[in-house]
C-alpha cells in the first residue's frame, strides 16, 4: 500500500470539504462525511480528510503509484479551486509518490507506421503502454500533446511536488488538440488515430502531415460519451467524426439497424467501413468553397413518434453543429439523453479558440 499525507493552512476548512466531496459525488466517488471529517474512495485510491481550527489533513491511501497520484491530484486541485478566496495556498505532500510526476493519466505514444487512408485522412498507429484505460466505447477521444516542429522533447505536463500542474514555459509547452482513438489493443500496447489533414493546418493536421516512425507524443484521458444500447441508430459526421462513426459502427451489435450519413470532401474520401447489415452508409460529397449539407440532412428524416428508441449521435464543424443541435432539440426534446451532438471544430479558429468560445457559451447558458 502506498501512502501520501499533506497538511494544508485553511481558513474555513468545513466549506471547501463540503463542496469538495459534492464534487467528488459527481465524479461517481463514494463518500462518507460526518463532522470533521470526510473519506472519498474512487477508482483503487482513498483520500482520509480530517479539518479543524488548523486547518485541513489530508491522507492518501492505494495499492498503485498511478492511483496515489490521480487522487493527490483530484483533492489538492479541488482544494485550491473550492478555497477561491485568491489565497495562495502552500500543499506539500509527503510520503509515497513525493516529488514532481507526469500527469496520472498521460501516457507516451510512440509513431509505429503511416499509413494514407485518402488524401486527406492519415492513419498513424502508436505504441504505448499500460493503455487499458483507455481502452473504452464510453469514451473515445483523447487529448494529445503534439511537439512543436523542432523541438521533439518539450515541457511535458507535469504535476509538481504540491500535487498540482508545474506551469511550464509557453514556448516550450507541447500543443493540445483532441482527437479520437479509431482502434486500440490495449493488450498489445497499440492504438491507431485518423488525422484529417486540412488547409490552414495547425500543431494537429500539421502534425500527422510530418508524422515518422519513432516520433513521440503524449495522450491524456480519455473523454467525453460514446455510444449507448438503442432500437436504431442515426450518426451523422463530417471527417472529424469520421473516425467516431467508424469505431462505434464496427462494435454495434449484428442485428443494430440505422442510418450513418458522412459528409466529405469528394468519392476520393470515402473509405470501406465494418458496419451491421442493417445499417445503411450514406456519403454526402461538399466540394471545396461550398457549404456543409449535413444539416439539410438532418431535417430530411423522418422520425416516426411511435418507432423504435433511436440514438443520434453527430459531430462536425460548429454550424453545423449549431443547426442540427436546435433541430434535434425541436424534435426530439423529450429525449434528451438519447442524443449526442457535439461540435468538433469550428471554421476560421484555432482548437483553443473555439474550446475558449465553447465554454463561455455553456456558462451563459
Ligand atoms: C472530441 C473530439 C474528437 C475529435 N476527433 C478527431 C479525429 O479523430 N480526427 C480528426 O481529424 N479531427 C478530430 N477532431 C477535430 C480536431 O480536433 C480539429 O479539427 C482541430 O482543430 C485540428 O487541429 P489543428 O491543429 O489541425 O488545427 P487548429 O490549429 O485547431 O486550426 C487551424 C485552422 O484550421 C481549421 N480547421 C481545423 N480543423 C479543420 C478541418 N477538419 N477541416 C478544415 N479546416 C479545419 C480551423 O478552423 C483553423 O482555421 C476532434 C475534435 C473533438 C472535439
Known amino acids: 500500500m502506498f501512502v501520501t499525507r499533506a497538511q494544508i493552512a485553511l481558513p474555513d476548512p468545513a466549506s471547501v470539504v463540503t463542496a469538495l466531496c459534492a464534487h467528488m459525488i459527481?465524479?461517481?466517488?463514494?463518500?462518507?462525511?460526518?463532522?470533521?471529517?470526510?473519506?472519498?474512495?474512487?477508482?483503487?485510491?482513498?483520500?482520509?480528510?480530517?479539518?479543524?481550527?488548523?486547518?485541513?489533513?489530508?491522507?492518501?491511501e492505494a495499492g498503485e503509484l498511478v492511483a496515489l497520484r490521480a487522487m493527490r491530484f483530484a483533492i489538492a486541485s479541488h482544494v485550491v479551486e473550492f478555497?477561491?478566496?485568491?489565497?495562495?495556498?502552500?500543499?506539500?505532500?509527503?510520503?509515497?509518490?513525493a516529488g514532481p510526476s507526469l500527469m496520472p493519466d498521460f501516457r507516451?505514444?510512440?509513431?509505429?507506421?503511416?499509413?494514407?487512408?485518402?488524401?486527406h485522412m492519415r492513419r498513424i498507429h502508436f505504441s504505448g503502454e499500460d493503455l487499458g484505460r483507455y481502452d473504452s466505447l464510453e469514451a473515445l477521444h483523447v487529448r494529445l500533446f503534439l511537439p512543436p516542429a523542432g523541438l521533439p522533447e518539450?515541457?511535458?505536463p507535469m504535476l509538481g511536488e504540491d500535487g498540482l500542474p508545474v506551469v511550464q514555459p509557453a514556448e516550450k509547452r507541447p500543443a493540445i488538440r483532441k482527437y479520437t482513438i479509431r482502434s486500440i489493443d490495449a493488450a498489445?500496447?497499440?492504438?491507431?488515430?485518423?488525422?484529417?489533414?486540412?488547409?490552414?493546418?495547425?500543431?494537429?493536421?500539421?502534425?500527422?502531415?510530418?508524422?515518422?516512425?519513432?516520433?513521440?507524443?503524449?495522450?491524456?484521458?480519455?473523454?467525453?460519451?460514446?455510444l449507448r444500447t438503442a432500437g436504431r441508430y442515426v450518426f451523422l459526421a463530417d471527417a472529424t467524426g469520421l473516425p467516431a462513426?467508424?469505431?462505434?459502427?464496427?462494435?454495434?451489435?449484428?442485428?443494430?439497424?440505422?442510418?450513418?450519413?458522412?459528409?466529405?470532401?469528394?468519392?476520393?474520401?470515402?473509405?470501406?467501413l465494418a458496419a451491421p447489415a442493417g445499417l445503411t452508409l450514406r456519403w454526402l460529397h461538399r466540394s471545396k468553397g461550398t457549404p456543409s449539407r449535413l444539416a439539410e440532412a438532418f431535417e430530411a428524416l423522418?422520425?416516426?413518434?411511435?418507432?423504435?428508441?433511436?440514438y443520434l449521435w453527430a459531430a462536425m464543424e460548429h454550424a453545423s453543429f449549431l443547426r442540427i443541435r436546435a433541430g434535434a432539440r425541436e424534435r426530439l426534446r423529450r429525449?434528451?439523453?438519447?442524443?449526442?451532438?457535439?461540435?468538433?471544430?469550428?471554421?476560421?479558429?484555432?482548437e483553443e479558440q473555439h474550446m475558449a468560445e465553447k465554454k463561455a457559451a455553456a456558462k451563459a447558458a
Do not use: C, K
Request: proline share 6%; net charge negative; aromatic share 6%.
Open 26 to 60: 459527481e465524479h461517481e466517488a463514494t463518500v462518507e462525511a460526518g463532522p470533521g471529517a470526510a473519506r472519498i474512495t474512487l477508482e483503487g485510491a482513498m483520500a482520509t480528510l480530517t479539518y479543524g481550527a488548523a486547518g485541513l489533513s489530508a491522507v492518501v
Open 83 to 97: 478555497a477561491s478566496d485568491g489565497q495562495q495556498l502552500r500543499i506539500r505532500w509527503e510520503g509515497d509518490g
Open 108 to 119: 507516451f505514444l510512440t509513431v509505429t507506421a503511416v499509413e494514407r487512408l485518402t488524401p
Open 154 to 156: 518539450p515541457a511535458w
Open 188 to 226: 498489445a500496447g497499440t492504438l491507431a488515430i485518423d488525422f484529417v489533414l486540412h488547409d490552414d493546418a495547425g500543431p494537429g493536421s500539421a502534425f500527422a502531415n510530418r508524422a515518422q516512425p519513432g516520433n513521440r507524443i503524449g495522450m491524456a484521458g480519455p473523454g467525453g460519451r460514446g
Open 245 to 272: 462513426v467508424g469505431r462505434m459502427l464496427a462494435a454495434l451489435p449484428a442485428d443494430a439497424t440505422g442510418l450513418a450519413i458522412v459528409e466529405v470532401d469528394g468519392a476520393a474520401e470515402e473509405q470501406a
Open 302 to 310: 423522418e422520425w416516426p413518434a411511435d418507432g423504435p428508441d433511436v
Open 335 to 350: 429525449d434528451l439523453d438519447r442524443h449526442l451532438i457535439v461540435s468538433y471544430w469550428r471554421d476560421g479558429m484555432a
